[in-house]
């Protein structure tokens, strides 16, 4: 069993101060095994403060990230699944599931993880999942109106992946679960 | 030299311990064969060692402890004597016999003992006797060593209510009378070391005595150790060495039962004071008092407090009055903590208005107090005030205010240590409250500060900030963002003059990025409070100068944009076109601001004059009367702000507001981005944010789309461009706007995008590269295909898709590009996906041949 935090789209100090204390709280070192991040941290705060979360941070540049270090996409295996990471203002049109996929495709990935549109998505699409972590939190955007803090984490255990988002509502924590099975062909053909 | 001293001392104390020694066992000998006589002469040649004036206090001390010892012994012999018939009476006398006058007094006091056991006479008399007859010693040490031995033997003997001494009514007068006398002769003892010639050893080795006190060690640190200077820290060495003999008598005074508040206040304190403020001796000063304030019970301090605190500017001015007030104070505050009920008691004692009196005298009579020890005492003060009366925000102020009169007139503070101390003083308020708001309603805090040099008030705009930050204070109304502002204002402006050392760049942005969090903790729901909240941060940060406009404009416009949205839309305001806030008034607004961000503008006339203009033609005007000014900071946030704002007008239904953000974004795309790389993520939010713009009409839309198109053929590497022209054809088709669906246009932008694949290939395959990047290129393509033809675009037909297949199949060197083969394997695998899902797409999909 690998925990795995996915969470963007912070956008501190531009957009918010910071995390919410109750994110913060849950969000302790030592549980997660990896963290993928899909940009806009903006400050190199966030960064160091996901670090101490856990050592092993993948992020990829969001439009508001400065840090050029941070590559456009990335692909990463977990376990028997293989993740990609793109923070998605590449993806025109912005958050449309069929264009999402095509990067999917391209990545050739099982679970595809982008961000960009600050609202929390998941999609079983063609025997894959693509997700959207929304906004950690709960930074203001001109895609969406009304924006919640959220953040997904991911349990992933042999070929079964359970999808956690967590998200704040009226200063309310609520936890929501998607299961999903990969079966071992979806993949293999060449 | 020094070890010559310390040597000596060695061989005096050992010759002694010999002699010691020797009688001790003669003694110990003469006790075991019942030889009272012979006890008595030995023990009185045993305790002549103690005359010697040969030891430091230290060593001497040495020697005490072992004819303690010893004399304890002797006690029991007594004792035993006196059960086996001798007259206890006869036996106090027989002691007095002894040649010199330190051993007969040392057996006297031990005869006296047993005479206070035997009861045969009552305690007080006895005790009375010996305490007059110990004035015989005058030699300083061995007084105090004597009287100490007094105090030891007598401890446990005091007439104290509730002992088996008891005696009649006064008794506890009497106990305390004795106890009181010794410590005064005592203390008067300890004082004349001061003045005393030295002891015949005339150095001793610094490094051979621990220092108990470190005050003490730094000033030997200090002082370089020559001459009389040395003499002098020597003496007070030794002295401060000794001094818990003094202390004990206190000890013992507050230990009795019989000393009750009325013994205290009546008696007790008013005596003890006495005697330290005549004494003029600043080492027992500060010991004694500080000694009063920690072993008398607290409740007592509180009753007392006048007496206590109207000694204090009658000690010595060079005392170090502050540490010892600051300890009563923090004693006092910490016994209303643990103590709620007690918390009436303080107001009926007015603790705080005394306290505050006894400072402000003392700091008078004290002319040349150092800045940090006044600010100190008021630290002190503030601490003591916030614990016991929180609820008094008025005492707070007050002290604050005392503390300026203080400051007042020095200047700005350069001791760095007092600089600090008002830092903490600056501090407790805001970690007492947990509330920036309550602090906010001191009116002195801000004047304290004006004492600060800028890299202290940096640092103390940093601690508001972060109490802000770490308690969530919402700061809700103009005023409270104004005084806010001016608090922090080390963060905000650049220091007037340009005094010390430049701010570390990493601590620059550091700062600037907690302001920039900071503006998101100034809220207020009320949209004209709210407006009025954005327009000071923008006034204030108009002063900061250039380098901050990166770090507080983009937070400024999100506030902004997110007021807009809770704004009615222009049409339908309750209020009305001339409603003061309008989401007009802030596009102008944000303009204005960006352009700060971007360049420094002259700009306040703007948003009083536009509130009279109409929509469209403010935004126009606007423009017009910006005085752009060059110097650029930062384009690349200020084009992302000008999308963002453009976006926001596009909800707003603003077309011209909409169409002048996306023009100023295009402008600073032509002429300040030139990156290649930026110019690449420039045009992917170009394109996706004109994408979502439904606001456009034909012509302004073609305008933009046509301008977009133009930049992504002018990028710098063909893939780039290839991506980005695809990109363009989604400005054609918006599936829920039937307006923008233009296949022929759609078609056009996919075929141009091929044709730059292919041209990409060409370049590629003669300069003999791999051409693995085009194949990828063609497979993204058919993929754009597929999106479009499964819309049902008429101009996307089959054929092209099919042709496209074939071509990417015809591709050699896609079997060395695994990356692009398994992009090609899953998006054939998705097109067999969508065949088996049925309907109109399956049909659709039914028909490509693959």
Redesign the interface.
Same mark, same amino acid.
């Given at each position: 069993m690998v925990l795995v935090l996915a969470l963007g789209d912070l956008h501190v100090p531009h957009r918010a101060a910071d995390l919410p204390p109750k994110f913060k709280s849950m969000l302790v070192p030592g549980k997660i095994q990896h963290i993928i991040c899909t940009g806009n941290l903006c400050i190199k705060e966030i960064h160091d403060y996901l670090k101490t979360i856990c050592p092993d941070l993948h992020i990829v540049r969001g439009e508001f990230d400065e840090d050029a270090r941070y590559p456009e996409n990335k692909t990463l295996t977990i376990g028997q699944f293989k993740l990609g990471l793109c923070h998605g203002h590449q993806v025109i049109p912005w958050g449309d599931l069929d264009s999402l996929a095509m990067l999917q495709r391209q990545l050739d990935v099982d679970i595809l993880v982008t961000g960009h549109t600050h609202q929390f998505t998941a999609y079983k699409h063609e025997g894959g999942v693509v997700i959207n972590p929304g906004s950690a939190t709960g930074a203001y955007s001109s895609i969406n109106q009304d924006v919640n803090p959220s953040f997904v984490l991911m349990d992933i255990d042999g070929l079964r992946v359970v999808v956690y988002v967590y998200e704040l509502i009226d200063g309310e924590v609520k936890v929501d679960k998607i299961d999903f099975k990969k079966t071992s062909t979806s993949n293999s053909a060449p | 030299m020094i070890a010559d001293g310390a040597e000596d001392e060695e061989k005096w104390l050992a010759a002694g311990a010999a002699a010691f020694k020797q009688n001790a066992f003669y003694m110990q000998r003469a006790i075991d064969s019942n030889n009272l006589k012979d006890a008595l002469k030995y023990s009185a040649q045993m305790l002549g060692e103690l005359r010697t004036s040969k030891l430091s206090p230290h060593k001497y001390y040495d020697l005490y402890m072992r004819a303690f010892d010893e004399l304890r012994k002797l006690e029991i012999f007594f004792m035993e004597e006196t059960r086996r018939g001798c007259s206890v009476i006869e036996l106090y006398e027989l002691v007095q016999h002894a040649g010199n006058i330190l051993p007969r007094l040392y057996l006297l006091c031990t005869a006296g003992s047993v005479y206070i056991k035997t009861k045969e006479a009552p305690a007080k008399d006895i005790l009375k006797d010996l305490v007059e007859m110990c004035r015989g010693i005058q030699h300083p040490l061995r007084g105090l060593f004597l009287r100490s031995y007094l105090a030891q033997v007598s401890r446990d003997k005091l007439p104290d209510i509730g002992s088996e001494y008891e005696g009649d009514a006064d008794t506890v007068t009497d106990a305390v009378e004795f106890v009181l006398l010794n410590f005064t002769e005592m203390n008067k003892l300890w004082v004349r070391m001061q003045h005393q010639v030295s002891h015949d050893l005339c150095c001793i080795a610094c490094e051979s005595l621990p220092f108990d006190d470190p005050e003490l060690r730094l000033a030997v640190g200090l002082s370089g150790l020559q001459g009389p200077a040395r003499e002098k820290e020597r003496r007070e060495r030794e002295r401060s060495e000794l001094r818990d003999l003094v202390g004990k008598n206190l000890h013992v005074l507050s230990q009795l039962e019989g000393v009750d508040l009325d013994m205290y206040r009546d008696t007790v304190l008013p005596r003890v004071l006495e005697q330290i403020v005549n004494c003029r001796d600043e080492i027992a000063q500060i010991y004694l008092v500080d000694c009063i304030i920690q072993v008398f019970p607290d409740e007592y301090h509180l009753q007392t407090l006048d007496v206590l605190l109207g000694a204090c500017p009658q000690l010595q001015p060079s005392i170090d009055i502050m540490t010892v007030l600051s300890r009563l104070m923090e004693r006092l505050s910490s016994y209303a903590a643990l103590n709620v009920e007690v918390l009436p008691y303080f107001l009926q004692v007015e603790a705080f208005s005394k306290l505050n009196n006894a400072i402000g005298k003392v700091i008078e009579a004290q002319e040349d107090m150092p800045i940090l020890s006044a600010v100190t005492l008021y630290s002190s003060l503030l601490k003591f005030t916030l614990h016991v009366h929180p609820d008094r925000l008025d005492y707070a102020d007050q002290v604050l205010g005392s503390c300026i009169k203080q400051l007042s007139g020095k200047g700005k503070i350069d001791d760095s240590r007092a600089t600090k101390e008002i830092v903490t003083l600056l501090s407790a308020p805001l970690e007492k409250y947990n509330d920036v708001v309550t602090a906010l309603k001191l009116t002195n805090y801000p004047l304290v500060m004006e004492y600060l040099d800028n890299e202290t008030k940096r640092i103390m705009a940093t601690v508001i900030i972060r109490s802000i930050?770490k308690n969530?204070t919402l700061i809700a109304t103009a005023e409270k963002v104004e005084a806010l502002l001016e608090l922090i204002g080390g963060l905000i402006n650049d220091p007037d003059e340009s005094q010390g050392v430049e701010v570390d760049e990493d601590d620059f942005e550091?700062g600037q990025? #907690?302001v920039?969090? !900071?503006? =998101?903790?100034l809220y207020n729901d009320d949209p004209e409070e709210m407006f009025k909240i954005i327009s000071i941060l923008k006034n204030h940060f108009l002063t900061g100068g250039p380098k901050r406009l990166k *770090?507080t404009v +983009? +937070?400024l416009v999100?506030s902004a !944009?997110?007021l807009i949205?809770r704004l009615p839309v222009e049409g339908d305001n309750p209020f009305g076109k001339e409603a003061s806030v309008s989401a007009t008034k802030i596009f102008q607004f944000l303009n204005q601001a960006i352009k700060l961000g971007q360049i420094p503008l002259v700009l306040n006339q703007l948003c009083y004059s536009l509130r009279f203009l109409s929509l469209s033609v403010g935004a126009f005007c606007l423009l017009q009367i910006i005085e752009a000014l060059p110097n650029v900071p930062s384009p690349d946030l200020a084009f992302?702000l000008y999308l &963002?704002c453009a976006?926001?007008a596009n %909800?707003c239904d603003e077309e011209p507001i909409a169409y002048e953000f996306f023009t100023q974004a295009y402008i600073l795309y032509e002429e300040e981005i030139s990156d290649s790389k930026a110019q690449v @993520?420039a045009l992917? !939010?170009i394109?996706?944010t004109l &994408?979502?713009m439904h606001v456009f009409g034909v012509e302004n839309r073609d305008t933009l789309t046509h301008k977009a198109m133009g930049y992504s053929s002018k990028l710098l590497k063909k893939p780039d461009q290839c991506r980005a022209v695809y990109?363009c054809s =989604?400005l054609f088709w918006l599936e829920d706007h039937e307006a923008i669906q233009d296949g022929e246009r759609v078609l056009l932008c996919l075929k141009r995008a091929l044709k730059i694949a292919n041209s990409a290939q060409q370049m590629i395959s003669t300069a003999q590269g791999s051409s693995t990047v085009s194949v @990828?290129l063609f497979?993204?393509m058919l993929? %754009?295909y597929l999106?479009f033809y499964?819309k049902g675009i008429p101009q996307i037909t089959v054929e092209s898709v099919e042709s496209l297949i074939k071509l990417i199949k015809n591709e050699e060197p896609m079997a060395s590009d695994p #990356?692009a083969e398994? *992009?090609f394997? #899953? @998006?054939l695998? *998705?097109m067999e *996906?969508q065949k088996q899902k049925g309907g109109a797409i399956g049909d659709r999909y039914e028909e490509i041949k693959v």
């Open positions: - | 930050m969530n550091e990025n #907690s920039a969090r !900071l503006i =998101h903790m *770090f +983009p +937070p999100v !944009l997110k949205r992302r &963002q976006e926001a %909800k @993520t992917q !939010l394109i996706g &994408q979502r990109g =989604h @990828t497979i993204e993929n %754009k999106y499964e #990356s398994s *992009f394997a #899953s @998006t695998r *998705f *996906f």
